[in-house]
């Protein structure tokens, strides 16, 4: 059996956070434009304080998952670099990405990861391979997950780890069953839908990162540690307001609904 290690030997694999994250793989380069902070309506923020929680989600709900055994996973299309000399490196790699109905990747937001080649590795999991979908009511639903892809060697073999976690460390490190909430519906409608309420100042590239902790039901219970690049653009605070309103799947340990939370991060670049 494999042994675990510690969560700060995965932070010093990952190498990095949020604002040391590498936009993910895109296909034409994209211009900042100048900052500015994005500022809602009077009528907006009577609204955001109306729906300022998300209607609850009733009937059963599954979460987004990797299937080992399916060949189209995403697990299935996960190999060590071929550099033979990277390929004997340990490594570790977040994603963040919406998920559709179908199980295939729509926007990768971000990821996290020390050594290039390993993202790349990971990039193109996400490009060719599908997760299997998230559910509400048995009705396939688009989801906006993170996950934790751990490159390893056992006894002088290559062993690929995926979790679907990111926020806690420690569970990624202990290899538990366990997954963190997913946000229903995906970020990218969630962003959208936040953003038509602004009324100037919306800034087309930028990140941020805030993390929300829901119950066992999935309900959002708080957000904490909101950061933004650049900072002062107002765009950790839109992301805050997105997911409030927003419904959660709750986390699963070992197959129960638990509560949990999950960092978000945005790519304001991708909208």
């Known amino acids: 059996m494999m042994e675990n290690f510690s969560a700060r030997r995965l932070a010093l694999l990952l ?9 993910a793989c895109q296909r034409k380069a994209e211009k900042a434009a100048p900052a500015t902070s994005p500022t809602p309506s009077s009528g907006a923020k009577q609204v955001a304080e109306v729906n300022r929680v998300a209607q609850p989600i009733t009937g059963p709900i599954t979460p987004a998952i990797v299937d080992q055994q399916n060949p189209d996973s995403i697990a ?3 190999h060590f670099p071929k550099d033979p000399q990277t390929a004997k490196l340990d490594s570790a790699v977040q994603f963040y990405c919406d998920i559709t109905e179908t199980g295939t990747v729509e926007t990768t937001d971000a990821l996290v990861g020390k050594n290039e080649a390993f993202k790349d590795a990971v990039q193109k999991a996400l490009d060719w391979g ?5 559910t509400v009511n048995g009705k396939p639903v688009r989801v906006y997950v993170g996950g934790t892809v751990l490159f390893l060697h056992e006894n002088g073999e290559e062993v690929i780890v995926v979790s679907l976690a990111t926020h806690d460390r420690d569970r990624v490190s202990k290899f538990e069953n366990y997954i963190q909430p997913q946000l229903v519906g995906g970020l990218r409608h969630a962003l959208e839908q936040e953003i038509a309420k602004l009324t100037k100042g919306i800034l087309v590239a930028g990140r941020a990162e805030v993390v929300v902790n829901v119950d066992h039901e999935g309900k959002v219970t708080g957000t904490s540690a909101i950061s933004e690049s650049p900072r002062g653009s107002g765009l950790g605070r839109l992301l805050d307001d997105a997911v ?3 419904n959660f799947t709750p986390a699963y340990e070992n197959g129960k609904p638990a509560a949990g939370g999950i960092n978000v991060v945005a790519d304001f670049g991708m909208f």
Do not use: E, N, V
Not at 16 to 22: E, G, H, K, V, Y
Not at 130 to 134: E, S
């Open 15 to 23: 190498g990095c956070w949020l604002f040391a994250i590498t936009p």
């Open 76 to 78: 299935a299309y996960l």
């Open 130 to 134: 599908h997760f299997t979908p998230a």
């Open 244 to 246: 409030r309103h927003s």
